[in-house]
C-alpha cells in the first residue's frame, strides 16, 4: 500500500519515528525496488529528498509514498503533486530514490549491479511516465502535467548523462545538486499554490480512471492491438527492458563478428516475456535483421499470422513453430525469438513423419540453436504442462554451452497479469504445491492495495453465474471457464444446420462442451470460434476450455474447475491418472504426472486479469479451496 501525506508532514515523521512507522503503514519492507537499496540506506535519501524539498519551500507539494502503477507489480518510489507555476493546472513528479551500490556503468541506459543489468535511474523512470500515461487516457491528454526525475546519491554521480532532457530522459539529480535540483522542482510544482490545493491535486491524480489499454478484451480489440503492438511502441519496465536490450545488443555484436550468445529469458505468468519477444521482432525486423518468432503454441502463433500484419519479408511473417527448422541453413537468421520455450519438444517431427524424415531429425533445441546468431529463449519452468515438453532452463544452458555460445540468464520478476498481483501469484503456487511453502488463505496475504478477486463456487452453475455478473457489470470485460483435462473431447456432432459441438464437460445437471477442436479439416458448428481464438473471441464464453487453449491467453475473468485428476487428501495433493483424459499427459510416470498436473492447473489459475473462481468436482478438495479462499 501507499502512504500519502505532504512532503512536510512526511518528512516530520520520518525524523521523529524513523523508517520502522512507515514500513508498518506501507505493510511491507520496501527494499528500493529495482536498485535494491538496504532499507537504511532508502530511508537516509528518503530524508535527504524532503529536506531538499523543504529547502526549496515545497514542504506543501502533496506526496504519495511507494505508489503502485496500475495493472503492475511495479512501484514509484515518491509522486509529488501540486500546481504547476506558469498554468496553476495540476502538475505531478514521479521520483525515482538509487543508491550508488556496487553501480558499474554499461551503457548510457544499462548499468551492472552485483552482477547484473539494471535500468539507469532516468531511464526507469522514461519507462514509467511512458507506461504511466498509455495507462491514464486523462494524462495522455496532458502529457505537460507529468515529470520524472531521479535523485540519487553523490557517489552515484556517474549515473547522470551530459544532457538528459535533449537525450529523452528525466533529469537525474544527485544529493549533492542543492540549488539546480531546487530550480528544477519549483519549475515544475508551484512555491506559493497552499496545501488544500496540492491535496486537490493528489486527489485528482488518484482519482484517475486507468485502462488496461495493452489488453485484449474481444477478438476485434486483439487484431488491432496486435497490429499495434508490431507497429508501435509497447512501454517495457525494469527487468523487461534490461532483456530488449540485452538482446538488441547482442545481435548487433554477432553481427559485428562477436561470439554467438544465447539469451534465456525467464518469468513467471504475466512477466511480460511475450511483450519483450513481440518488441524485439518489431524493432529488430524494422533495422534490417534477419528475425523470426518462433512458439510451440498453434493458438498463439495463429493469431499472431493472423492479425499482426507485419511487414516481414520472411515466411508468414516470420511467426513460425517451433518444428519448422529441421531444414534450417547454419546460423540463417540473425536471431530466433523462441517464445514459450518450455514447450519445446525433444523431436520436430509428428508421428506421421516418414522413415527418412525420422533419420535426419536431430533435437529440437539443437535445430533451434543452429538457425541463429543469436537464439533467444523466454520460458517459464513452472508451464511445462507435457511429459514431451523439455523445454527448461537447465536443458537449454547446456545445449547452448555445448555448441559453443555464451549464454546469458535474465529473470523478469514482475507481474503484469493477474491485476498485477504478486501475491496471487505466490497464493497459486502455493495452493496447488508448487512452492516450498504450505497453502494459506487468500485474505491472509492479499495486501491493502490489491484489487485482485478471489472467490470460490459452489457447483458450476454458479461459477458461471459469477462471471456473467463480472461481465455485466462493465462492458467490454471479458470471462472464461476453464477446466482439467477430466472429460473425453468429442468430435461434433449432427450435420448441416443441426451441427453442434458435444456437451462433453458434465456435472450433474450442468453441461457445456469443450472448445472447438484444433483440427482444420472438421467443419465448425455455426457460431463456433476455432479452437486457437476461444480465448479472444466473445463466442467462446459457451464452451469449457483446456489447458491447451487457454495457454498463453489471459481474459478478465478466470473460472476454473478442478477435476478429478487433482484432488487434497489431507494435508496433500493426490493427482490421480484415473481422473485425467488427456492420453499424453498420462503416460506420463507417477511423480512427472503429478507435477504437470499441478502445472496446468497454475496456468489456468493465472489466466484472470482482475479475479478467479474456483470449483472442484471432489467434494474434500471443494472444501479445502473454500477455505483457501476466504
Same mark, same amino acid.
Given at each position: 500500500?501507499?502512504?500519502?501525506?505532504?512532503?512536510?508532514?512526511?518528512?516530520?515523521?520520518?525524523?521523529?519515528?524513523?523508517?520502522?512507522?512507515?514500513?508498518?503503514?506501507?505493510?511491507?519492507?520496501?527494499?528500493?525496488?529495482?536498485?535494491?537499496?538496504?532499507?537504511?540506506?532508502?530511508?537516509?535519501?528518503?530524508?535527504?529528498?524532503?529536506?531538499?524539498?523543504?529547502?526549496?519551500?515545497?514542504?506543501?507539494?502533496?506526496?504519495?509514498?511507494?505508489?503502485?502503477?496500475?495493472?503492475?507489480?511495479?512501484?514509484?518510489?515518491?509522486?509529488?503533486?501540486g500546481l504547476d507555476p506558469?498554468?496553476?493546472?495540476?502538475?505531478?513528479?514521479?521520483?525515482?530514490?538509487?543508491?550508488?551500490?556496487?553501480?558499474?556503468?554499461?551503457?548510457?541506459?544499462?548499468?551492472?549491479?552485483?552482477?547484473?543489468?539494471?535500468?539507469?535511474?532516468?531511464?526507469?523512470?522514461?519507462?514509467?511516465?511512458?507506461?504511466?500515461?498509455?495507462?491514464?487516457?486523462?494524462?495522455?491528454?496532458?502529457?505537460?502535467?507529468?515529470?520524472?526525475?531521479?535523485?540519487?546519491?553523490?557517489?552515484?554521480?556517474?549515473?547522470?548523462?551530459?544532457?538528459?532532457?535533449?537525450?529523452?530522459?528525466?533529469?537525474?539529480?544527485?544529493?549533492?545538486?542543492?540549488?539546480?535540483?531546487?530550480?528544477?522542482?519549483?519549475?515544475?510544482?508551484?512555491?506559493?499554490?497552499?496545501?488544500?490545493?496540492?491535496?486537490?491535486?493528489?486527489?485528482?491524480?488518484?482519482?484517475?480512471?486507468?485502462?488496461?489499454?495493452?489488453?485484449?478484451?474481444?477478438?476485434?480489440?486483439?487484431?488491432?492491438?496486435?497490429?499495434?503492438?508490431?507497429?508501435?511502441?509497447?512501454?517495457?519496465?525494469?527487468?523487461?527492458?534490461?532483456?530488449?536490450?540485452?538482446?538488441?545488443?547482442?545481435?548487433?555484436? &554477432? +553481427? /559485428?563478428? @562477436?561470439?554467438?550468445?544465447?539469451? %534465456?529469458?525467464?518469468? *513467471?505468468?504475466?512477466?511480460?516475456?511475450?511483450?519483450? =519477444?513481440?518488441?524485439?521482432k518489431r524493432d529488430l525486423?524494422?533495422?534490417?535483421?534477419?528475425?523470426?518468432?518462433?512458439?510451440?503454441?498453434?493458438?498463439?502463433?495463429?493469431?499472431?499470422?493472423?492479425?499482426?500484419?507485419?511487414?516481414?519479408?520472411?515466411?508468414?511473417?516470420?511467426?513460425?513453430?517451433?518444428?519448422?527448422?529441421?531444414?534450417?541453413?547454419?546460423?540463417?537468421?540473425?536471431?530466433?525469438?523462441?517464445?514459450?520455450?518450455?514447450?519445446?519438444?525433444?523431436?520436430?517431427?509428428?508421428?506421421?513423419?516418414?522413415?527418412?524424415?525420422?533419420?535426419?531429425?536431430?533435437?529440437?533445441?539443437?535445430?533451434?540453436?543452429?538457425?541463429?546468431?543469436?537464439?533467444?529463449?523466454?520460458?517459464?519452468?513452472?508451464?511445462?504442462?507435457?511429459?514431451?515438453?523439455?523445454?527448461?532452463?537447465?536443458?537449454?544452458?547446456?545445449? &547452448? +554451452? /555445448?555448441? @559453443?555460445?555464451?549464454?546469458?540468464? %535474465?529473470?523478469?520478476? *514482475?507481474?503484469?497479469?493477474?491485476?498485477?498481483?504478486? =501475491?496471487?501469484?505466490?497464493?497459486?503456487?502455493?495452493?496447488?504445491?508448487?512452492?516450498?511453502?504450505?497453502?494459506?488463505?487468500?485474505?491472509?496475504?492479499?495486501?491493502?492495495?490489491?484489487?485482485?478477486?478471489?472467490?470460490?463456487?459452489?457447483?458450476?452453475?454458479?461459477?458461471?453465474?459469477?462471471?456473467?455478473?463480472?461481465?455485466?457489470?462493465?462492458?467490454?470485460?471479458?470471462?472464461?471457464?476453464?477446466?482439467?483435462?477430466?472429460?473425453?473431447?468429442?468430435?461434433?456432432?449432427?450435420?448441416?444446420?443441426?451441427?453442434?459441438?458435444?456437451?462433453?464437460?458434465?456435472i450433474g445437471d450442468w453441461?457445456?462442451?469443450?472448445?472447438?477442436?484444433?483440427?482444420?479439416?472438421?467443419?465448425?458448428?455455426?457460431?463456433?470460434?476455432?479452437?486457437?481464438?476461444?480465448?479472444?473471441?466473445?463466442?467462446?464464453?459457451?464452451?469449457?476450455?483446456?489447458?491447451?487453449?487457454?495457454?498463453?491467453?489471459?481474459?478478465?475473468?478466470?473460472?476454473?474447475?478442478?477435476?478429478?485428476?487433482?484432488?487434497?487428501?489431507?494435508?496433500?495433493?493426490?493427482?490421480?491418472?484415473?481422473?485425467?483424459?488427456?492420453?499424453?499427459?498420462?503416460?506420463?510416470?507417477?511423480?512427472?504426472?503429478?507435477?504437470?498436473?499441478?502445472?496446468?492447473?497454475?496456468?489456468?489459475?493465472?489466466?484472470?486479469?482482475?479475479?478467479?473462481?474456483?470449483?472442484?468436482?471432489?467434494?474434500?478438495?471443494?472444501?479445502?479451496?473454500?477455505?483457501?479462499?476466504?
Amino acid at each position: 500500500m501507499s502512504l500519502r501525506k505532504s512532503a512536510g508532514e512526511m518528512l516530520a515523521d520520518l525524523r521523529a519515528n524513523g523508517l520502522d512507522d512507515l514500513i508498518a503503514r506501507l505493510g511491507r519492507n520496501h527494499s528500493g525496488e529495482a536498485d535494491q537499496s538496504t532499507p537504511d540506506r532508502w530511508a537516509d535519501l528518503l530524508r535527504e529528498f524532503l529536506t531538499e524539498l523543504e529547502d526549496a519551500q515545497l514542504s506543501h507539494v502533496d506526496v504519495i509514498l511507494h505508489h503502485r502503477l496500475p495493472h503492475s507489480s511495479k512501484y514509484i518510489d515518491l509522486v509529488l503533486s501540486g500546481l504547476d507555476p506558469h498554468t496553476k493546472e495540476s502538475s505531478h513528479v514521479l521520483v525515482n530514490l538509487a543508491s550508488a551500490g556496487d553501480t558499474v556503468r554499461a551503457t548510457d541506459e544499462l548499468f551492472v549491479r552485483d552482477g547484473t543489468y539494471v535500468l539507469s535511474p532516468g531511464k526507469q523512470v522514461r519507462q514509467y511516465l511512458d507506461y504511466l500515461a498509455a495507462a491514464t487516457p486523462e494524462l495522455a491528454k496532458r502529457p505537460r502535467s507529468l515529470h520524472g526525475m531521479a535523485y540519487v546519491e553523490d557517489q552515484a554521480a556517474g549515473t547522470s548523462v551530459p544532457d538528459h532532457e535533449a537525450a529523452g530522459l528525466p533529469q537525474v539529480f544527485t544529493t549533492a545538486a542543492g540549488p539546480g535540483l531546487h530550480y528544477h522542482l519549483r519549475s515544475r510544482l508551484d512555491a506559493s499554490s497552499s496545501t488544500a490545493e496540492t491535496r486537490r491535486a493528489g486527489d485528482q491524480f488518484l482519482a484517475f480512471r486507468q485502462e488496461r489499454s495493452f489488453l485484449f478484451k474481444t477478438e476485434e480489440d486483439k487484431a488491432g492491438k496486435l497490429h499495434r503492438l508490431l507497429r508501435d511502441s509497447f512501454v517495457l519496465l525494469d527487468e523487461q527492458e534490461v532483456a530488449y536490450e540485452r538482446v538488441r545488443t547482442a545481435v548487433h555484436n &554477432a +553481427r /559485428a563478428g @562477436g561470439r554467438p550468445t544465447a539469451l %534465456i529469458i525467464i518469468g *513467471g505468468p504475466g512477466s511480460g516475456k511475450s511483450a519483450v =519477444a513481440l518488441n524485439l521482432k518489431r524493432d529488430l525486423d524494422a533495422e534490417g535483421f534477419r528475425v523470426e518468432h518462433a512458439t510451440g503454441s498453434r493458438s498463439f502463433t495463429s493469431t499472431l499470422r493472423t492479425f499482426t500484419g507485419s511487414r516481414s519479408q520472411r515466411p508468414q511473417g516470420g511467426f513460425r513453430y517451433f518444428n519448422n527448422y529441421m531444414d534450417a541453413d547454419p546460423a540463417e537468421l540473425d536471431a530466433l525469438i523462441c517464445d514459450e520455450a518450455h514447450r519445446i519438444r525433444e523431436k520436430s517431427y509428428t508421428r506421421f513423419a516418414s522413415k527418412e524424415v525420422r533419420g535426419r531429425a536431430g533435437r529440437q533445441i539443437d535445430e533451434l540453436l543452429a538457425a541463429a546468431k543469436v537464439p533467444v529463449f523466454l520460458l517459464d519452468d513452472q508451464q511445462r504442462v507435457r511429459p514431451d515438453e523439455l523445454g527448461s532452463r537447465a536443458a537449454i544452458e547446456a545445449a &547452448a +554451452r /555445448a555448441k @559453443g555460445f555464451a549464454v546469458e540468464v %535474465i529473470r523478469l520478476d *514482475g507481474q503484469f497479469r493477474c491485476g498485477g498481483s504478486d =501475491a496471487f501469484d505466490a497464493w497459486v503456487a502455493r495452493l496447488v504445491g508448487l512452492s516450498p511453502l504450505p497453502p494459506v488463505k487468500w485474505s491472509s496475504i492479499v495486501g491493502p492495495d490489491d484489487e485482485f478477486v478471489v472467490a470460490d463456487a459452489p457447483d458450476p452453475t454458479r461459477l458461471e453465474a459469477w462471471l456473467l455478473d463480472k461481465q455485466r457489470q462493465q462492458d467490454g470485460t471479458t470471462a472464461r471457464i476453464a477446466a482439467g483435462f477430466c472429460w473425453p473431447w468429442s468430435e461434433p456432432a449432427g450435420a448441416k444446420a443441426d451441427r453442434h459441438l458435444v456437451d462433453d464437460v458434465t456435472i450433474g445437471d450442468w453441461k457445456r462442451p469443450w472448445n472447438a477442436k484444433p483440427d482444420g479439416k472438421v467443419s465448425l458448428p455455426k457460431g463456433i470460434p476455432a479452437s486457437h481464438y476461444w480465448a479472444t473471441d466473445p463466442r467462446g464464453f459457451g464452451q469449457v476450455g483446456c489447458i491447451y487453449t487457454a495457454q498463453g491467453f489471459e481474459y478478465d475473468w478466470a473460472g476454473v474447475i478442478f477435476g478429478p485428476d487433482f484432488v487434497r487428501r489431507g494435508d496433500a495433493w493426490v493427482a490421480d491418472k484415473k481422473g485425467s483424459a488427456d492420453t499424453s499427459v498420462r503416460k506420463a510416470p507417477d511423480e512427472q504426472f503429478h507435477v504437470l498436473t499441478a502445472q496446468a492447473y497454475k496456468v489456468l489459475l493465472t489466466r484472470g486479469m482482475r479475479g478467479a473462481c474456483v470449483y472442484s468436482v471432489d467434494p474434500e478438495t471443494q472444501r479445502f479451496l473454500e477455505e483457501m479462499t476466504a
